[in-house]
Each structure stands twice: as C-alpha cells, then as structure tokens.
C-alpha cells in the first residue's frame, strides 16, 4: 500500500487491555511518520510489526499525556536499537524542554539528532514538504492549544505511454515534459509533440486529515474539506453530550456531522473513553448522519484510497 495508517493506539486518556493510548503510524509514498506517542506506543510497534528506524517525522497534537508519553522512551530506544539518522519532531512549544530534559536528568545522550519544530495551536500552515508529500497543521479546538494534521499526496506526474514513445523513437529528454503535461515544439522543425498523446491521466492522488483531540468545531472544515481519509476524535456518545462538552472533547455524531459537512469520503472515529467496551454505539450514531464510518481498533491497518 501506498497510502497507509496503522492505528497503534485508540483509546482516550485511560490504557485498557484492547485500546492503548493514542498514535498512529502513517505510510505516505515511503514517507514514514508517527502521529501522537501515548503510553505503550513501542510496545504496540513491536506487535504490529512496525519498522522503528524508519520514522522520520513525529507529529505531536498536544500535551496531554495520552498522546506523547512514550515519546521519551521510544527515541531512548531507537538509540540503544543504533539510529543515528536524524528526526524531525514537530509538537507544542513545551514538548523539546520536556524531552531534553528527560533525555540529561536520565543521562542519556542520544547518537542521532532531533530538530523539534514548535506549533502554537493556533495556526495553520505547511510544515514539511518534498517532490510527493505535504503535510499541514490547524488549529483544533480543546482545553489546551492543539494541532490537527493534514498528509497529501501531491499531484501526480502523468503516465508515459511507452510503447508508443519507443514507436516514434521519441528523445528520452520529453519524458519529463509530457509527465508534466506540457506539450514541446522541436525548434528546428516547428512539430508539436502533444503530451496527450503520449501519456495518461495521472493516477488520483489522497489525503488523510487526523483531528484529536477537539470539540464540534467547524472551523476546521476548511483544512479537511474533501479529505479521502477523516479520522476524528468520538470519545462519547451523545448521552454524554455533557461531559463531552466540559472535557472539550467530541460525541460519535459531531464527528459524522463534521465529516459530512467537510465532504470526506471516509470516516474513522477513535480516541474512545475506557468506560466503553466496544464501539458499536458510537458507529451506530454516526451512521444516523455519516454512512461510510468505522470505529478504529488498535492493529488495524487502513489503506488511504
């Protein structure tokens, strides 16, 4: 699979014996990030056959302990495990001061380096970008400043018709203009080659927004809006609406009225209280709004299409 998301933890605050903390583990055309780092999470990794060494970027929503507890004791073990290639860490200002001091008070010196960059919760912007992937945050809305994230594809290059191209023994040095979709005029001759001709729509390219923790926040439509992918925080069910509210958490069906309204084409709901056992309930209320949803569950793999 190209496109990926291992759901390492789905539970809120509490570890139980089926859900642990919050994190996820996202593969984007070989890109390999981690999003959130709850208590456990490296154990979860070593279950589900998750590869430590190839993270290279590590997303951090906010400072609640359920979602980067285990993030002191998984770079510990990515040194011992020998990494000494750099990774990039991207969570709320407090979170460097927190694992640089863990990492001298415990003595340990790391043999790789760690570039943190700070997000305030407040704004949206792109925080890392390459030839195939972007990723966005945004500002979600939660007792504490909290950051959404958002993982594109880019647009993809079209797709050379090859036999055709050998046929009229074409310059290998018009492959990258026609996958661009650029038509070329030989300058000599004044013939235009026609990048239609030789080549074909590009593959589609997809998109996985990650929203926990937050309230019913409507705000955040913008930024998701026609995500492939939603996965967003139901830590209750509307008989809860109370506590939901107080907590700045979200119920089953604010979810599936923000995947709705943003017009995604699947949902995944997650982050769900220990009080639950399963969650049926929470997939039956937001099926009343939201057809295509699911309830994660932590191993579950989820391809990105």
């Given amino acids: 699979m190209d496109f990926s998301v291992t759901i390492l933890g789905s539970g809120a605050a509490l570890p139980t014996f089926s859900r642990n903390p919050t994190s996820q583990y996202i593969i984007c055309n070989n890109r390999h990030i981690l999003i959130d780092c709850g208590e456990g999470t490296q154990i979860q990794m070593r279950k589900f056959g998750v590869k430590f060494q190839r993270i290279t970027h590590i997303l951090i929503s906010h400072l609640h302990g359920d979602h980067f507890f285990g993030l002191v004791g998984l770079l510990s073990t990515m040194h ?20 640089r ?54 647009e993809k290059e079209r797709i050379l018709l090859g036999e055709l191209f050998k046929q009229d023994k074409l310059s290998i040095a018009l492959i990258p203009f026609f996958k661009r979709g650029e038509d070329v005029i030989d300058e000599l001759t004044g013939k235009v080659y026609l990048h239609k001709k030789y080549t074909l729509e590009p593959k589609k390219s997809f998109s996985y927004a990650y929203c926990s923790d937050t309230m019913y926040y409507e705000k ?85 299409k």
């Fill in 220 to 304: 955040i439509i913008p930024y998701i809006e026609n995500a492939t992918v939603l996965y967003h925080e139901a830590t209750f069910l509307e008989k809860d609406r109370s506590r939901a509210k107080t907590t700045f958490h979200s119920t089953a069906k604010d979810a599936a009225k923000i995947a709705e309204k943003a017009k995604v084409a699947r949902l995944l709901l997650g982050h769900l209280s220990a009080r639950f056992e399963n969650g049926l309930e929470h997939e039956k209320e937001a099926k009343t709004i939201f057809e295509n949803v699911e309830v994660v569950e932590d191993g579950n793999v989820y391809e990105v």
């Fill in 101 to 154: 001091s863990q990492l001298e008070i415990g003595g340990a010196k790391l043999d790789f380096s760690i570039e943190f960059k700070t997000l305030d919760g407040k704004s949206e912007g792109l925080l890392f970008e390459d030839k195939l992937i972007e990723i966005y945050t945004f500002p979600l809305k939660h007792r504490i400043p909290t950051n959404g994230f958002l993982i594109k594809e880019k």
């Fill in 80 to 99: 011992l495990l020998g990494r000494d290639q750099g990774i990039k860490i991207y969570g709320p200002e407090g979170l460097e001061q927190i694992i």
